[in-house]
């Protein structure tokens, strides 16, 4: 048997790839419904042979459901959220209006589900920077200790939705074709430029991006006290977010350990023979939607310090993925 099961944001990037992924993992929905703004009342969407018709958010008429799968905009969630929440319900959110709440769950189900037994209300899911991240992090801390890390991550335009996609194809297609710069989602040019700019500025100059990686790494590996250096940078790439690393571990290591250690990580794919132009690539997580980890080297001169790259799809395991494989353990843990 089934649950119903709600769709919030069902039209943007992350909402469809959340309904196509229930239907590839054959998820248990009896009742599908898909909720966004009124722009996309009416549309359809197809879900198992079926066509859903969206229909506008509003939360004194929403179906009752088991589980919402919620990817509204930040501010919207703030305040429809804890609307919608009831003791017998569980809400995903993907956007980050409740992640450093302290009664709700941050989870990553492979590092810490266990936090979902029994739990009912708001889960939020973590920054797509931050997931492909700490899904490498959690094995190598188990194994080896983890002190230290430096993380200079690349972004996509995707991860600013549907609207920054198109405004990266819009410049593009001006700039080749009239040789026009025009500034279309951001404060400066995406198309051919890098901004080393994610969401707005604290008063300590590290971008809000960048402060969402540092608290939401510790919170999610339980350690308040490990050091994060993090410069986060938006590139012109449609879909795949990667990241340099350079992590300082608790101890002495071989790179063999780390690369067996990683191996045996369902979520990870390991591609690091360089020499034959094997690494981690942008593109390629368009078709693999484990995180993907190459570049493994030791530092010259520091013998705790790793470096390594990684590339994930911050659509499916940075934000769909990561919600429905949430929504899939809290299934598992209620049938305990
Ligand atoms: N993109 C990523 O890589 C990524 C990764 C992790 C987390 N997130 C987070 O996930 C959320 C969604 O991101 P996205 O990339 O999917 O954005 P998006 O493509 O812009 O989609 C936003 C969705 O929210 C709906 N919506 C907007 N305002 C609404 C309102 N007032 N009432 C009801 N529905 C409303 C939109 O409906 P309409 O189509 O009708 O406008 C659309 O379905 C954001 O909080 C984002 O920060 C995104």
């Known amino acids: 048997m089934g649950i119903n099961l709600a769709v ?9 790839e959340i309904i196509k992924l229930l239907e590839e993992r054959n998820f248990p929905v009896d009742n599908l419904s898909a909720y966004a703004s009124a722009r996309s009342q009416g549309e359809r969407i197809a879900f198992k042979n079926k066509q859903i018709t969206v229909e506008e958010l509003d939360t004194k008429r929403i179906a009752d459901c088991e589980i919402y799968l919620s990817s509204l905009p930040g501010s919207v969630s703030k305040v429809i959220l804890p609307e919608i929440a009831r003791e017998d319900r ?8 409740f992640r450093m709440d302290e009664d ?5 189900p492979e590092i810490n589900g266990d936090l979902l037994e029994d739990y009912r209300g708001i ?5 797509c920077s931050t997931i492909q991240m700490v899904v490498v992090l959690h094995p190598l801390s188990e194994k080896f200790g983890l ?5 200079t991550t690349m972004q996509s335009v995707s991860g600013s939705g549907q609207r920054a996609l198109e405004a990266l194809l819009k410049e593009s297609r001006e700039f080749l074709d009239e040789g026009r710069r025009s500034a279309r989602h951001y404060a400066h040019p995406i198309a051919f430029n890098l901004l080393p700019a994610i969401d707005y500025f604290h008063d300590n100059n590290y971008s809000n991006e960048e402060m969402k990686m540092v608290r939401e790494t510790r919170k999610i590996l339980s350690r308040p006290d490990l050091e994060i250096n993090p410069t986060c940078v938006r590139v ?3 879909f795949g977010h990667a990241e340099s690393c350079q992590v300082e571990l608790g101890r002495e290591f071989k790179l063999q350990a780390v690369r067996e250690t990683l191996e045996d990580i369902p979520g990870i794919a390991v591609l690091d023979d ?3 132009d094997v690494y981690p690539l942008a593109i390629e997580t368009e078709k693999d939607e484990r995180t993907l980890v190459g570049r493994l080297r030791k530092d010259l001169d520091r013998s705790r310090v ?3 790259y990684c590339a994930a799809n911050n659509i499916r395991k940075g934000a769909a993925l990561n919600a429905v494989q949430i929504a899939e353990k809290c299934l598992q843990v209620r049938k305990k």
């Open 306 to 308: 790793l470096n390594f």
């Open 274 to 276: 360089p020499h034959k």
């Open 8 to 16: 919030l944001g069902a039209t943007g990037l992350v909402g469809r």
């Open 90 to 97: 569980v809400i995903i959110d993907n956007s980050s209006a």
């Open 123 to 127: 889960v939020a899911n973590p920054n």
């Open 104 to 108: 709700v769950p941050l989870i990553v």
């Open 236 to 238: 012109p790439v449609k």
């Open 147 to 151: 002190k230290r890390v430096t993380v």
